[in-house]
């Protein structure tokens, strides 16, 4: 969300006729330091209006920052790579400020892996319930009973590690967004709409598919629309394997045992029933 005549604190930045950066006090004035073109900019009221930014969810990663935006190592420091290859070390204190450092994929490749992060307006209100999650909820409850989870592949106990669980969890939220919309009566992602659009490509190369006696569009149409939300309910129920898998890694590297999973599941099912949800 935009609006903002000039930045109001200091933090990450969007100014709409300047691009990304840092709003810093310099002499106790306010300025922006800008990372496409590397300028440090007073005249504030030239370059706005202005989007406050702030990381949102992990959306990559790569031994070094390769594609533009932000990008965090594994020690949790912030970067960001410009569009001209520009390489920005932020230190987001109380101070903030950013350092221009060589584009050296030999030196970043010592702060690695990074996990590259969408950006997103700080007034932006994530999806949440339209009820207060202290509301009390007694229906519906089940336990349920995992599968065992084996864990593979890299398992250092660091940082990234943890970032890994988020990117994943992020791509579930996504495949559960899309599973949602197909299973939505109003068709929010117009998957009747890819049926139609078959269907006239089909006629446009002499298939005349509306004038076979024997093909009811209708439930054709209903067919492929059941298809399309399977196959984003498979795609869910990976996504889902590959959380419950990366948690096994987190796990395996920390060293969790499964009795100390189980008694942090008890603690998490009293502190629920403390606050009335069950």
């Given at each position: 969300?935009?609006?903002?005549?000039?930045?109001d604190a200091?933090?990450?930045w969007?100014?709409?006729?300047?691009?990304y950066?840092?709003?810093?006090?310099?002499?106790?004035e306010?300025a922006?330091l800008?990372?496409?073109p590397?300028?440090?900019v007073r005249?504030l009221?030239a370059?706005?209006?202005?989007?406050r930014?702030q990381?949102?969810?992990?959306?990559?990663?790569a031994p070094?920052?390769?594609l533009?935006?932000?990008w965090?190592?594994k020690?949790g420091?912030?970067y960001?790579l410009s569009?001209g290859?520009r390489v920005?070390?932020?230190r987001?204190?109380?101070?903030w400020m950013a350092?221009?450092?060589?584009?050296?994929?030999?030196?970043?490749?010592?702060?690695g892996p990074y996990?590259r992060y969408?950006l997103q307006?700080?007034?932006?209100v994530?999806w949440?319930?339209?009820?207060?999650d202290?509301?009390?909820?007694?229906?519906?409850?089940r336990?349920?009973?995992?599968p065992?989870?084996?864990?593979?592949g890299?398992?250092e106990?660091?940082?990234?590690l943890?970032?890994?669980?988020?990117e994943?969890s992020?791509?579930?939220?996504?495949?559960?967004?899309?599973?949602?919309?197909?299973?939505d009566?109003?068709d929010p992602?117009?998957?009747?709409g890819q049926f139609?659009g078959?269907?006239?490509c089909?006629n446009?190369?002499?298939?005349?598919?509306g004038?076979?006696p024997?093909i009811?569009?209708?439930k054709?149409?209903a067919?492929?629309h059941?298809?399309v939300r399977?196959q984003?309910r498979?795609?869910?129920l990976?996504?889902?394997?590959d959380v419950?898998?990366t948690?096994?890694?987190l796990i395996t590297a920390?060293?969790?045992t499964?009795?100390?999973v189980?008694?942090?599941?008890d603690?998490?099912?009293e502190r629920n029933?403390?606050?009335?949800?069950l």
């Open positions: 969300m935009s609006g903002h005549e000039k930045p200091p933090g990450l969007k100014a709409a006729h300047g691009g950066g840092v709003m810093f006090h310099d002499d106790g306010p922006m800008l990372f496409g590397g300028a440090k005249a009221d370059i706005g209006p202005y989007t930014l990381p949102g969810v992990p959306v990559g990663s070094v920052p390769n533009p935006g932000l965090m190592d020690d420091s912030l960001f569009g290859r920005w070390r932020i987001d204190d109380h101070d350092e221009e450092l060589g584009n050296d994929p030999w030196e970043l490749s010592k702060h996990a969408s307006a700080v007034e932006e994530p949440k319930p339209a009820s207060d202290s509301t009390p909820i007694h229906e519906g409850s336990t349920v009973h995992l065992d989870v084996r864990s593979f890299r398992m106990q660091d940082k990234w943890a970032v890994k669980n988020l994943e992020a791509e579930l939220v996504e495949a559960c967004k899309q599973y949602l919309k197909a299973s009566p109003t992602s117009g998957i009747d139609i078959i269907v006239n089909l446009i190369h002499g298939a005349a598919v004038d076979e024997d009811d569009l209708d054709a149409q067919d492929w059941d298809h399977d984003r498979q795609a869910m990976g996504e889902l394997a419950l898998q948690v096994g890694n920390f060293g969790i499964d009795e100390e189980e008694r942090a599941m603690d998490c099912l029933r403390r606050k009335g949800r």
